[in-house]
T-cell receptor
């Protein structure tokens, strides 16, 4: 049973550049959530995708955008990178049942360093 | 707004000691879920346990146990007979039930647990 996978594992970018991170959900899951984890902090919710639509969004600027594909995989895009975007980006997948809170399972993350 | 507070930042114990990790939460909803995740140095968050707001029964699962008390808004997690492999950062998280989508998780800042041989 394949778990949540993310690519790349590490990434180094410079300020102003754009980056795309990728996530494949756990087998059988249809909902993908993205979180940003700064060093020494807990993960912060960015947004969630279900049925190829953004369903919820956290307190992140429009520079952060995403997409979900028909096979449920997802991308996180960040434009105009800032030094403060350096963090571990975690993808979580779950089964999007209505009126029920499913457990979110996390991938290994992508470590982004912005110089 | 939801909030999770993990007042302990770092805990160090000797192997085989029991250790309790504290978690206090705030929410306005009557229906919510609480979780504990473990994050080893590799970075991946590993799901440990979950509890919904309707079930205050405390349980034991192997070396893990948890104490959920709505009256004090606490959801504490205990590891019995700790092992070196338990060394990690432990996060408590809260989610509120949302119709139409899984709700976001709100995390605490985490507790770094070090288990010495």
């Amino acid at each position: 049973d394949a778990g949540v996978t993310q690519s790349p594992t590490h990434l180094i970018k410079t300020r102003g550049q754009q980056v795309t991170l990728r996530c494949s959900p756990k087998s059988g899951h249809d909902t993908v959530s993205w979180y940003q984890q700064a060093l020494g902090q807990g993960p912060q919710f960015i947004f969630q995708y279900y049925e190829e639509e953004e369903r919820q969004r956290g307190n992140f600027p429009d520079r952060f955008s995403g997409h979900q594909f028909p096979n449920y995989s997802s991308e996180l895009n960040v434009n105009a990178l800032l030094l403060g975007d350096s963090a571990l980006y975690l993808c979580a997948s779950s089964l999007g049942l209505l009126q029920y809170q499913e457990t979110q399972y996390f991938g290994p993350g992508t470590r982004l360093l912005v110089l | 707004a939801q909030k999770v507070t993990q007042a302990q930042t770092e805990i160090s114990v000797v192997e085989k000691e029991d250790v309790t990790l504290d978690c206090v939460y705030e929410t306005r909803d009557t229906t919510y879920y609480l979780f504990w995740y473990k994050q080893p140095p590799s970075g991946e968050l590993v799901f440990l346990i979950r509890r919904n707001s309707f079930d205050e029964q405390n349980e034991i699962s192997g070396r893990y146990s948890w104490n959920f008390q709505k009256s004090t808004s606490s959801f504490n997690f205990t590891i019995t007979a700790s092992q070196v492999v338990d060394s990690a950062v432990y996060f408590c998280a809260l989610s509120e039930l949302k119709t139409g989508a899984n709700s976001k998780l709100t995390f605490g800042k985490g507790i770094t647990l070090s288990v010495r041989p």
